[in-house]
């Protein structure tokens, strides 16, 4: 491959892979480079949107990757067979997106809650207005008018990843990317797009994420006339994990086996030590495989994009925008994958101080004797997703932070009593998940008649 050219405005860039991850970047990069005259173009890499099922499960959200070029909104949804969800149907547990209870004078709500007596997980997560809303196959979009103070739930769409990528291809094309079957040749940026395989960056050094093994991917995709419910499903089991995923007429089961760690094949969670080298840059799974426990990849594919818009170099790919984006991707990566990590612990039984590494083994322990979470120099997760994630796996604090004791019991139970009552009336008010899409869907039906 040729190196960056030195000294000239970048006036060709090269994607390599044909799946999602490709067709998003060429998007982004047409929206960031406008006016200019840059040419882009797609080499195809067999097989490099195979793991591509994987992002059916689309947080929504003004950083989605998605609204800032123009795929925002409802219709997205019905364009590609879509649904609407409230959250993960963990195992047993139903954990929603968004904020849990309300941190009353700054205290962090886990502290209020266990202070009250919480115990199970789903005790916990019944503070949120998409947990109820969630029980009664109810769905609505966050809105002002569904906040109750600073607590907000968030959403995620189910979408028919296939379509999702036909759309992508169509308006990049239309906007003058091209499809280059030979060789890629000379390109001022080179984005290895192609998945697992990482076609163009397989000699980099690939750290595998701590306690988390090597697995085959088994998929299995079905029609289905089923109402979606406002969620999908991960299930955690002896031989890997199983997630569940349905849109409007069609299922989704993945399954993740573990398998030979000696085997080549398959996914291996995980990232590469340096994403962006030279001129050539690693995005998606080629950068960065993170385990299922959570529905993160698409999220780390957006921020991923939006990290690369901003450093984009004017020129050639010099050394201060290389390694402020590895800087910030490894600084997100070691909060994604620890928390990940904590997730494959507790799934094998062994998610204790003495068996899990240092740095998981050390957020562990801070929050078992105090409930402390230490913020992060990252947007996600949020010391809110850790206390989810650590009583979403059984942990509890040993004891409760001074400061909520502040509030008088009496006064703390009135306050919690006022907001259960809240999160009730708002629930109550969404419609079914079925009416919401109905309603959607003849929206956008409206939308294509002429007049």
């Not at 750290?207 to 988390?212: E, F, I, K, V, Y």
């Not at 997630?243 to 030979?260: M, Y």
């Not at 796996?393 to 001074?402: D, I, M, W």
Request: hydrophobic residues 40%; aromatic residues 8%.
């Amino acid at each position: 491959m040729s190196p960056a050219k030195s000294k000239s405005a970048i006036r060709r860039i090269a994607i390599a892979g044909h799946g999602v991850e490709a067709w998003l970047a060429a998007n982004h990069l047409l929206a960031a480079l406008a006016p200019r005259n840059v040419e882009i173009i797609v080499h195809p890499v067999e097989g490099s949107d195979a793991w591509d099922a994987l992002y059916s499960a689309w947080p929504a959200g003004p950083d989605d990757g998605l609204a800032s070029i123009g795929l925002g909104g409802h219709g997205l949804a019905v364009q590609c067979r879509g649904s609407f969800s409230l959250g993960v149907r963990y195992a047993d547990q139903f954990r929603p997106y968004g904020a849990v209870g309300i941190d009353f004078s700054g205290v962090p709500f886990h502290h209020h809650w266990q202070r009250q007596g919480g115990q199970d997980a789903n005790s916990y997560f019944s503070w949120s207005v998409a947990h109820d809303a969630a029980a009664r196959q109810a769905f609505a979009p966050p809105q002002p008018r569904n906040a109750i103070g600073p607590l907000q739930h968030a959403t995620a769409r189910h979408l028919d990843i296939g379509l999702l990528t036909d759309q992508l291809r169509e308006r990049a094309m239309q906007h003058g990317v091209a499809v280059v079957e030979q060789p890629i040749g000379a390109a001022d940026l080179v984005l290895d797009c192609s998945g697992p395989q990482r076609a163009l960056t397989s000699a980099r050094a690939w750290q595998a994420a701590p306690g988390t093994s090597r697995y085959r991917l088994d998929l299995s995709a079905e029609s289905t006339s089923e109402a979606p419910p406002p969620w999908h499903s991960i299930r955690p089991a002896t031989e890997g994990w199983a997630l569940d995923i349905h849109g409007h007429g069609w299922k989704n089961t993945i399954r993740l086996v573990t398998g030979d760690p000696s085997d080549n094949a398959g996914f291996a969670p995980g990232h590469v030590s340096r994403a962006w080298e030279s001129n050539t840059l690693a995005l998606g799974f080629a950068a960065a495989a993170l385990l299922p426990a959570e529905p993160l990849q698409a999220r780390f594919l957006a921020s991923s994009i939006k990290r690369m818009v901003d450093l984009l170099p004017g020129s050639d790919c010099a050394a201060k925008e290389t390694v402020e984006y590895n800087h910030l991707q490894q600084t997100e990566l070691a909060e994604l994958e620890d928390l990940l990590s904590a997730h494959e612990y507790a799934r094998t039984g062994k998610l204790r101080t003495d068996s899990v590494h240092a740095s998981l083994a050390l957020r562990l322990e801070q929050f078992i004797h105090r409930g402390w979470i230490a913020p992060a120099d990252c947007d996600f997760p949020a010391p809110s997703d850790w206390a989810a994630s650590w009583i979403l796996l059984g942990t509890r604090p040993q004891s409760t932070s001074r400061l909520a004791a502040r509030i008088p019991a009496e006064e703390l139970e009135a306050r919690m009593g006022r907001l259960r009552e809240e999160i009730s009336r708002t629930a109550s008010e969404f419609p079914s998940h079925s009416d919401f899409l109905r309603a959607v869907q003849s929206a956008a039906s409206s939308q294509k008649r002429p007049g």
